[in-house]
């Protein structure tokens, strides 16, 4: 009996960046497996709904995942798509980091990184971060986090509304946005 294998278009894409092909196809054997009888075979995807459930999030949880695994919004979760993520948290080099942050980050897939699409993250995140802390604390956030989120936003699109990756990963501040707002 053999194991299943990732679609080698995607093996490549993954080893390229530093990925091995044993765990990559480790994931996808999970994967497939978590996902039998409700994976479409042609994109390698499952409803963002199951993707969420299987998780076991809660409210909160699941429109960070939702936002994170369903890159283009379709509804679906790809195991591309899963991949991204998975490495994102996986590996420790910043630049490939940057590179998988930045494409789960570009929801239209246009290479470029707008303000809607970073601002998007980062309600995101503070969604996240601000209902652990209602739940520890009992306090709401406070008006000052929108105006440092504005700020955050100026310094990465200082010089218009969309950053290239190249851009991105000569910024100071693209980074440290990066690292500071780490996915979980």
Not at 44 to 68: C, P, R, Y
Request: glycine share 8%.
């Amino acid at each position: 009996m053999s194991l299943a294998q990732a679609p080698e278009e995607l093996q490549n894409k993954f080893i390229e960046l530093g990925f091995k092909k044993m765990w990559i196809n480790k994931e996808f054997q999970k994967f497939t497996k978590t996902f039998e009888g409700r994976m479409d075979q042609e994109d390698m995807s499952v409803s963002t709904k199951d993707f969420v459930d299987s998780i076991g999030a809660d409210l909160v949880e699941s429109k960070v995942f939702q936002f994170l695994f369903d890159g283009n919004c379709d509804g679906k979760v790809s195991f591309d798509e899963v991949l991204q993520a998975y490495g994102f948290m996986e590996t420790d080099d910043m630049e490939v980091q940057a590179k998988l942050f930045f494409g789960l980050i570009d929801k239209d897939g246009n290479g470029m990184l707008s303000r809607i699409e970073m601002k998007q993250f980062l309600a995101i995140h503070h969604l996240k971060n601000g209902s652990a802390n209602i739940l520890r604390t009992g306090n709401l956030p406070e008006a000052a986090d929108q105006a440092e989120l504005d700020s955050v936003l100026e310094q990465i699109f200082a010089a218009g509304d969309e950053i290239a990756l190249k851009d991105f990963l000569e910024s100071d501040h693209g980074m440290m946005t990066m690292v500071t707002f780490n996915l979980m």
